[in-house]
């Protein structure tokens, strides 16, 4: 099976401007989670759609958004970019059927913001 | 979990010797826990996870052990290969839901 994929590899993207990330989960996958990784903050949730509803949320401000479609596929959305947003955002996806089982990553997209 | 932030604690280790990382966690109702693998410009890798209704688990190379007493967590990584030099984060979880709370990370370095 292919794994998570995740596009575009890298952005460069200005102050003000917004972004939108793209993931397809590995097949079968129904739900998927986006978390974003700074070194200064580490790994941290940001949110969690399955069946095109968003299951989860974490402690992120409403410039971040996402969507999921019927396919399972999902992008994440930023709005009025801010310096701090530069970070790997990583998608993850899961069977969704069974609580707690394994996420498996994608390998992020390098956003920078400048 | 915490995380610390620019300065991961680093861990070198011989070739073929093992390895322990240790991880302490925050949460008491937290009921999943996780060890991902980070190399250099990909994502996270799965290793292996464990509930807390068990103390251990083992793997190919790899035994976590779980103490919720202390609530403390550990990576066992037998006879230690250069291809296992990487960032190593611990995660949590309760039962409801798949949001996880990572750990800061620990940087693993394989001297030859």
């Known amino acids: 099976k292919a794994g998570v994929t995740q596009t575009p590899r890298y952005l460069i993207k200005t102050r003000g401007q917004q972004v939108t990330l793209s993931c397809s989960p590995i097949s079968g996958h129904r739900s998927v989670s986006w978390y974003q990784q700074t070194p200064g903050q580490g790994l941290q949730f940001l949110f969690e759609?399955?069946?095109?509803?968003?299951?989860n949320k974490g402690n992120f401000p409403g410039r971040f958004s996402g969507r999921q479609f019927s396919n399972s596929r999902s992008e994440m959305n930023v709005s009025t970019l801010e310096l701090g947003d530069s970070a790997l955002y990583l998608c993850?996806?899961?069977?969704?059927?069974?609580?707690?089982?394994?996420?498996?990553f994608g390998n992020g997209t390098r956003l920078t913001v400048t | 979990g915490e995380s610390v932030g620019l300065h991961l604690p680093t861990l070198s280790v011989q070739e073929g010797d093992n390895s322990i990382i240790n991880c302490a966690y925050s949460?008491?109702?937290?009921?999943?826990f996780i060890w991902y693998k980070q190399e250099s410009g990909k994502g996270p890798q799965f290793i292996i996870d464990?509930?807390?209704?068990?103390d251990k688990r083992q793997g190919q190379r790899v035994t976590v052990l779980l103490n919720k007493t202390v609530k403390h967590l550990s990576l066992q990584i037998a006879a230690t290969q250069p291809g296992d030099s990487a960032v190593y984060f611990c995660?949590?979880?309760?039962?409801?839901?798949?949001?996880?709370?990572f750990g800061g990370g620990t940087r693993v370095l394989v001297k030859p």
């Open positions: 759609y399955f069946s095109e509803t968003q299951r």
């Open positions: 464990i509930r807390s209704n068990m």
């Open positions: 995660a949590e979880a309760q039962a409801a839901g798949n949001k996880l709370t």
């Open positions: 993850a996806s899961r069977p969704g059927t069974v609580n707690n089982s394994p996420l498996h």
């Open positions: 949460n008491s109702a937290s009921d999943y």
